[in-house]
Structure formats: C-alpha cells, structure tokens
C-alpha cells in the first residue's frame, strides 16, 4: 500500500511538472476543467471536404444555441459563457474554418463564404431550428445568416458585431486609416500584451508561460490572420442592407469601451432591426462572454426568457 500511495505521490508531482514545465500541458489541462464545469465535450464532425471541431453539451433534444467565434479566435472564447446555458439549451461552440483545430481551406474567408459554410455546418448537425450567438467577426456572420436563413434563426445575439459603419469611427478603424499596425494581429511578443489590453477593459489573468504561449501560436498563424482580415475587408459585406431581413427576436450587447468597434454601431442597429434589444455594458471591452461571462449570460438569458417560443 505503501507503495502505491509513494508511486501515486510521484505520479501527481509528474503531471505537476509538466504542466509547471510545458504551457500546452497547462492549456490542455485548463481546457478540460473548464469544458467539464461548463458540461461541454470535444467533436468533430466531416462537412464536405473540411473537418470541423466544436464543443457540444446539454439535453440532445433542447434547444440549440451555436456559438461563433470572432476574429483570430475559436471555441474556447465560448467556454465560461455556455456554462450558464448547456444545463437546458443544446450548446454547440464551433471552430469555423480557418480557426482553431478546424481545417483551413484555400479560398476566401470573407463573412459571405463563411456563412454558407456555417449553413453547411448547420445542416450536418441537423439542426432545424436553433438560436445563433456570435462575436465581433461571428456576430457579422451569424447576422447575415439569419437574414439569409431567417425560417431557421429562433433568435440571435450580437455582441460587439463587425459589418456596421458606426457614426463615430472607432480607435481600429482610425488606426488602419492611418496606415498603422493592425492591433488584432500578433507579429512580436510584446504584442500579445498589447492585444489584450486592446481587446478588454480589464484583461484576463493568465500565467507568463501561457501569455508567451499564445503569442508563439498568434505569431506563428499571422500571415495567415492578415489574409482573412484583407479578405473581410477587400469582399466587405455591410449589415445595413441585410439587418431589416432579419426575422428573429435580436439582442445586440455591446461593449462601452470598446476599441475595436465602436459602441455608437447600436443606434445605427436598434434603427435597422424588427425586433431589437440593446444592452450596452459599462466597463467592458470588445468581448463581454470572455471579460464578463456572467454578467453577459444574464443579458442573454433574459432574453431567451423572454422570446423562448
């Protein structure tokens, strides 16, 4: 017995190390408490010839609420948000392609062709019906989806959405006006820290090994980040046009120190839209699920409350 408990004892303080020693390990490791608190599984599902990774949890015959990611981003933005919701909705948190572990096909990336890439995805998940959340990049792609699909969107939520031309220009929009570096894309370490302080009002704590971490992977895809923002950009698709189409109950929620997108991107929303709910959160950046997951989750149940047919 002894033995064993002595053989245990070194066995944790292994795993104890590697994790100390190796920032994948540690990342892998909080994944999974995360995914486990959240009640959320890892799959992949083949959609023609591209692989697609997603998070899946909740009751199998419930409601589905899709998660799409923002810019640069994947799935794992998701996770503390869809905690509140997987106990009664069917919670799925995609990689679209070209992010995360999902395939990274040639051709374009702009909001166009990745919708009708989420349509696919959608139609292989057969899903019928289903409420749509999307982030900044996500949140332009899941609007312009159920304009295009509105008798398959029950609701959608907006946060932080790109594709409207806000009254007041926001800090990116004037940085790349000038010709300045694209903050949203990582090319030195020193620039991860940046983004984060870019992105949110108050950054999440990460450990030094993981900060590191993610800006070797961010520095590693940048070529391939400045492509997909030129082709959002060169193949640019405007809300305007497409948000009165929209058929659904939509919440937009909206970060009021936003730097990337401007807060004033709102009015122009609650204008266009059938059946608008505006939430503006004070102290908060461009990614409310990531920098206030409970208080977001809120929001967004009490508006699913509401509109829940």
Not at 227 to 235: G, N, T
Request: glycine share 6%; hydrophobic share 45%.
């Amino acid at each position: 017995m002894k033995k064993l408990i002595s053989a245990l004892i070194l066995l944790l303080v292994a795993a104890a190390a590697l994790i100390y020693l190796s920032p994948a390990a540690l990342l892998t490791s909080m994944q999974l408490v995360e995914r486990q608190r959240a009640g959320l599984s890892l799959k992949q599902i083949r959609v023609g010839d591209l692989s697609i990774h997603y998070y899946e949890g909740g009751p199998s015959d419930a409601q589905s609420i899709l998660m799409v990611h923002g810019f640069a981003a994947n799935k794992d933005n998701w996770l503390r948000f869809a905690r509140f919701f997987s106990q009664d909705y069917r919670v799925i948190a995609i990689d679209l392609p070209g992010f995360g572990a999902s395939s990274w096909p040639t051709g374009s990336y702009d909001v166009g062709t990745q919708t009708e890439r989420l349509a696919s995805v959608v139609q292989a998940l057969q899903i019928d019906k289903l409420h749509l959340i999307g982030n900044s990049m996500g949140g332009h792609i899941s609007a312009l989806y159920a304009a295009r699909y509105p008798d398959q969107v029950l609701s959608v939520a907006l946060l932080d959405n790109a594709g409207i031309s806000s009254p007041q220009p926001s800090e990116l929009r004037q940085l790349l006006e000038r010709g300045a570096a694209n903050p949203l894309v990582v090319k030195r370490p020193e620039d991860f820290q940046r983004l984060l302080e870019f992105v949110f009002v108050e950054p999440p704590a990460l450990p030094e090994s993981l900060k590191g971490y993610f800006a070797e992977q961010a520095i590693n895809n940048s070529a391939h980040y400045e492509q997909v923002f030129s082709h959002l950009l060169e193949r640019y698709i405007p809300l305007e046009p497409e948000l009165g189409k929209i058929q659904a109950p939509t919440l937009v929620i909206w970060g009021a120190e936003d730097r990337a997108l401007h807060v004033s991107s709102t009015e122009v929303m609650r204008a266009l839209l059938r059946k608008p709910t505006v939430v503006v959160m004070p102290a908060t950046g461009h990614a409310p699920m990531i920098e206030r997951p409970e208080q977001t989750a809120q929001h967004y149940r009490a508006f699913l409350d509401t509109n829940r047919s």
